[in-house]
């Protein structure tokens, strides 16, 4: 176990680059779950919300007494599993960049102002390594909260929207705050959407032949974002 207070920097710029694609995704994720009870089937990696049934698998849980998360692929009751396998590359990942925080199985959350928000903090990092489109965050227990990731197709994926691109942006910008060019590149990188870096501007090629041009101040921070027509 590792006890934390603060997160590391190349787990925050990790966080924000996946910070835009990931809010678009989680709401395209809420706006396809019907309204209704849950259950899962760990063993069967199934996962049922109404009339609904996805194949998931457990990105981890946390433990709301010590203020403690596991990753999934790091509990002793699933580890080697068919429901952790998705995740077992968060801590490839995370051993390939020397990224601790997807390393370690168990990272005490007690020593922050906010716990709770340091694993949602996680869970959403997490979602992003694995590229998964959003995650369950469910209570399972008096003091447990565990975490799903969608692994199936029905699952919509959050398309690149040229008219929600600036709140997008400046939402994702907001979350962490360290780097705003990554919230950006990470985006279109998410979306396979060719880019060119140039200066203080990025510019990106978007579907159908328009360009997204997003300008950033002198301290780096997101100026504008406008979409030139194609002519």
Same mark, same amino acid.
């Given at each position: ?5 603060? *997160?590391?920097?190349? @787990?925050?710029? =990790? ?16 706006? @396809? ?19 609904? =049934? ?22 002793p009751?699933? &580890?080697?599993? #068919?429901?952790?396998?998705?995740? #077992?590359? !968060? #801590?490839r990942?995370? &051993?390939?960049?020397? !990224?601790?925080? @997807? ?9 922050? $102002?906010?716990?709770? &928000?340091?694993? #949602?903090?996680?869970? *959403? $990092? ?21 975490? *799903? ?28 705050? &360290?780097?705003p ?20 501007? !990025? ?10 041009? !997003?300008? @950033? ?5 997101i ?7 194609h002519?």
């Amino acid at each position: 176990m590792i006890t934390m207070n603060e *997160f590391g920097d190349a @787990f925050l710029l =990790e966080v924000e680059r996946h910070a835009a694609w990931g809010a678009a995704q989680l709401e395209a994720l809420t706006a @396809f779950l019907p309204a209704d009870d849950w259950t899962a089937d760990l063993p069967g990696c199934t996962y049922r919300q109404g009339g609904l =049934e996805l194949r998931i698998a457990v990105l981890g849980t946390y433990d709301m007494e010590d203020r403690t998360w596991m990753w999934g692929w790091a509990n002793p009751g699933l &580890r080697g599993t #068919e429901v952790v396998a998705l995740t #077992e590359a !968060i #801590e490839r990942y995370g &051993r390939d960049r020397g !990224i601790a925080e @997807f390393t370690e199985g168990t990272v005490d959350l007690s020593g922050f $102002a906010d716990p709770r &928000r340091a694993a #949602e903090t996680l869970a *959403f $990092a997490g979602m992003g390594v694995a590229g998964a489109p959003g995650y369950l965050g469910l209570q399972a227990g008096p003091a447990t909260q565990v975490y *799903f990731l969608p692994d199936d197709p029905q699952v919509p994926r959050a398309a690149l929207d040229p008219v929600a691109l600036p709140r997008l942006l400046l939402t994702g910008a907001g979350l962490v705050g &360290r780097s705003p060019r990554h919230v950006v590149t990470g985006y279109f990188d998410h979306h396979g959407v060719p880019r060119r870096d140039e200066g203080h501007r !990025i510019t990106a090629d978007l579907p159908g032949g328009d360009a997204a041009e !997003i300008d @950033f101040d002198a301290a780096g921070r997101i100026a504008s974002v406008r979409i030139t027509k194609h002519s």
